[in-house]
């Protein structure tokens, strides 16, 4: 598949120093202003600590934690006298760092593992699977006692403390957290009544956050308006089970996800995530007086370029995650398409952490944005467009569906966009149908559809992004992606006649094995976009990518990793004796050590340097002056 004279080489350097960039994942701010935060290094993460200028790193040995979206869990938090730091190990175990010693302590040894922690005075409280799926235990500062205080027929997630009980949301198992979620209130003795403080069917709470100095007060998200808004529950109106006053609506803006709350110490503002249109930025809000009147507040539509109490601290082409409050200042986790994450001062946009790699930015180019009508649904996409003065046709496009699908591509750090960018490719990654980011019905939209509209959307973006750009060449048209990327570049290549290549890393081809081979989260995923296995199973059939097969006349490259345990190879491995089988022009590129997403970075260039060289091959013409690099056979 491959002809490497085609490619210019030059960019694989910049391939290889993009892989290796620092990322930021999580941070936390401790009681004297230190800020402890995860970082991520090819396919290591571990803890470090930024104070006064100076970065130390705090464990050698590897962490866990995730990236900080607007409704996910902490996976580090301090001490409540800001000593130590509790995180995630890499073997999923319970551990404390001291900040000033670096000394490690492993606190527990479970069968199962960790998706989200809280240090508070009575203990570290953790959402485990050790007693059962997603159960909520709490475990001794010491690690000699580890308690279940919720272990029951629930999934538990983002627990935080409030006096002697866990504030925390939870969902049943065939509801998912994105779809229902009810917010809890859990006593620390495991045979006590847990207080739902708010549920409505088909709604999802999420991002607990108990009110300084208040023992009943909660401010939390829910997308009941049909996107994300912050309100506030006054807990002792539903003690008991007695009727409660509905939640009150803090703050919400049209058509945005507001969400990942943050109070200050004071308890009387809110730092908050603004998400629309591909970008992230964070606002402040003022919640003066008490909480279940909230009389001060904004409301559900208020316009925060002209809110007395509420200001937009960061806006612009950037993803910010994670806010926190550092006295009067919000500090949070930032990327932009061209600067990994990093933690800054919101407000200034002053870096808190080192720079990933230098002059990093200067070498990679600026996407944008625009909207495109896909049979009456309006889709948004994010494009490094091809340069103002390229002549009419003469820039090949690449087409990337982002994973999930409940995820969303915008104005963040994607190296793999950006280096076919810097290739010479017009590059689209469209938010189909199931994306987040874009209100609670879109991202719902796929659900029974998957294969349906969101693939009409995926193969539409190629189209109009040619009307747009007259310079992109519509003959000339490839697609890749991974995880639900690749399982959408499958069905689109043996769908229509729209692409010449595709490039699948780690995606679902055949749903009916995938149910046997995934873990929890892929089975939850399967149910919630296809329906019940046991009642519809020829839906997990009919809707797989593998039926598309026999009408794949395009090569199609399917890489993957040997020890995926969200996506096992053995579905690429289906997916290619599919393609022998029916003589489909391929290749099966396995790399080892791998888990789901590729990072070491031998493998990140090897994979994405076949893919580019795939691409050359179906998708360049040769230059008119000869220019084209004499071939070398790899080695």
């Known amino acids: 598949m491959y002809r490497r004279d085609l490619r210019d080489t030059d960019y694989d350097g910049l391939l290889a120093d993009m892989a290796v960039a620092d990322r930021v994942v999580q941070a936390a701010v401790g009681p004297d202003g230190r800020i402890a935060y995860a970082k991520t290094r090819e396919l290591t993460t571990d803890l470090w600590l930024a104070a006064d200028g100076a970065d130390v790193r705090l464990t050698s040995e590897g962490a866990s934690a995730m990236r900080y979206g607007r409704t996910d869990a902490r996976w580090i938090d301090w001490s409540p006298d800001g000593d130590r730091i509790a995180f995630v190990t890499a073997e999923s175990e319970l551990a404390t760092v001291d900040a000033d010693t670096g000394t490690v302590e492993v606190l ?46 629930y999934l538990y997630a983002d627990p935080h403390w409030q006096g002697e009980t866990v504030v925390a949301t939870r969902s049943t198992h065939a509801d998912f957290f994105d779809h229902e979620a009810a917010l809890v209130r859990v006593p620390l003795d495991a045979d006590g009544e847990v207080t739902e403080l708010f549920a409505e069917p088909g709604v999802r709470a999420a991002c607990p956050r108990p009110r300084p100095g208040d023992d009943e007060a909660v401010a939390f998200v829910h997308d009941g308006s049909g996107y994300d808004a912050v309100y506030g529950i006054d807990g002792s109106d539903v003690e008991g089970g007695a009727d409660a006053d509905p939640a009150t609506a803090l703050y919400g803006v049209p058509e945005t996800e507001i969400a990942a709350p943050e109070w200050n110490d004071a308890g009387d503002r809110l730092a908050v995530t603004a998400t629309k249109h591909g970008r992230v930025g964070v606002h402040a809000v003022g919640v003066d007086g008490a909480l279940p009147d909230a009389e001060s507040a904004p409301g559900l539509d208020a316009d925060p370029e002209s809110a007395d109490d509420a200001d937009v601290l960061a806006s612009g082409d950037a993803l910010h995650g994670a806010p926190r409050w550092d006295g009067d200042r919000v500090v949070s986790v930032r990327e932009t398409p061209t600067e990994p994450p990093a933690v800054v001062d919101a407000a200034s946009g002053e870096r808190l952490t080192p720079p990933a790699t230098a002059g990093l930015a200067t070498r990679l180019p600026e996407p944008e944005a625009f909207t495109y009508d896909s049979g009456g649904t309006e889709i948004q996409a994010v494009i490094h467009p091809p340069p103002s003065d390229a002549e009419p046709g003469s820039v090949p496009l690449l087409v990337k569906p982002h994973g999930g699908p409940t995820a969303f591509d915008g104005f963040g750090f994607d190296h793999r966009a950006a280096y076919f960018a810097a290739l010479g490719y017009a590059v689209v990654r469209p938010n189909y149908r199931g994306s987040d980011g874009f209100g609670r019905a879109f991202r719902m939209a796929n659900d029974g559809d998957w294969g349906g509209g969101d693939l009409d959307d995926v193969i539409r973006a190629a189209d109009a992004t040619a009307v747009r750009y007259d310079a992109v060449d519509a003959d000339r048209v490839g697609i890749f992606g991974g995880s639900g990327g690749g399982l959408m570049t499958v069905n689109a290549l043996g769908t229509s006649d729209r692409f010449r290549a595709g490039a699948a890393f780690y995606g679902v081809y055949d749903y009916e094995s995938f149910v046997d081979d995934t873990d929890d989260v892929g089975w939850q995923l399967l149910k919630r976009e296809l329906g019940d296995f046991v009642d519809d199973l020829d839906a997990y059939r009919d809707a797989s990518p593998i039926r598309t097969v026999p009408d794949i006349d395009d090569p199609l490259m399917v890489l993957h990793g040997e020890e995926d345990a969200r996506v096992p190879i053995s579905q690429s491995e289906q997916l290619v004796a599919e393609l022998e089988a029916h003589g489909v022009r391929h290749e099966l590129r396995r790399y080892d050590g791998e888990p789901h997403g590729f990072g070491k970075l031998e493998d990140v260039v090897d994979a994405y340097t076949r893919v580019a060289d795939l691409f050359a091959k179906y998708l360049r013409e040769l230059p008119d002056d000869g220019g084209s690099r004499p071939y070398e056979p790899p080695e």
């Open 108 to 153: 527990t040894d479970l069968e199962g593992g960790i998706s989200g922690l809280a240090w508070g005075e009575p203990g570290i409280a953790i959402v485990t699977d050790s007693f059962s799926r997603a159960s909520l235990a709490v475990v001794s500062p010491d690690g000699d006692r580890v308690e279940a205080i919720a272990n029951d027929e």
